[in-house]
């Protein structure tokens, strides 16, 4: 299995997910309990559907915290490019989309228009939304601490420096085939086989 940072350039394969409530802070909370732990190439034989240009990232603990996973793929017209996973022995689901998100971005060649996918709403949110106040307030929310600070701000200056980025939700366990085939690259830590 390929992963911790490692790339593999290959022809595509499947997905699944885990619950994303984090307790610490929310980060995919809004995320279905269903999984199937598919395999990628489960994944790419059971869905078709869903956007097929994007890179696409999945993070997961369970328990959370506990033992997690991350996972990024890089698709042009239904073809895939790249991807990358990785897992840790104890972290939260925050983190993990975190390192997901970074690491997405990370596969995307410089000047490449790219929507790049995320079905955790707090990041999206975190930023498209509140970064930006927390930068000018010298990394510092009104109501507590930003939990995974360093990971935050290693996203959002990736994110700032690259502009032809456009970061989008979309829906977790819904069929959409790359983010299921994210979601699979994410909890591959939990199986024999990717």
Known sequence: MVCKGQSSKRDGVASSRSNKRDSQNGYGANASSREENLTVSEVLQKYTDGPRTGVFTDGAASPNPGPGGWGAVYV???????????????????????????????????GTLTTVFTDSQLCVNTFTKWADNWAARNWRRKDGEIKNL?????????????????????????????????????????????
């Open 76 to 110: 042009i017209d239904d073809k895939i490019i790249d991807e990358r996973c990785g897992s840790e022995p104890y972290t939260t689901n925050n983190r993990m989309e975190l390192m997901a998100l970074l690491s997405g971005i990370q596969l995307i060649p410089a």
């Open 150 to 194: 360093e990971l935050v701000k290693e996203v959002y200056y990736a994110l700032k420096q690259r502009p032809e980025l456009d970061l989008r939700w979309i829906a977790a366990h819904n069929g959409q085939r790359y983010n299921e085939y994210a979601d699979s690259l994410a909890t591959a830590y939990r199986r024999s086989v990717r």
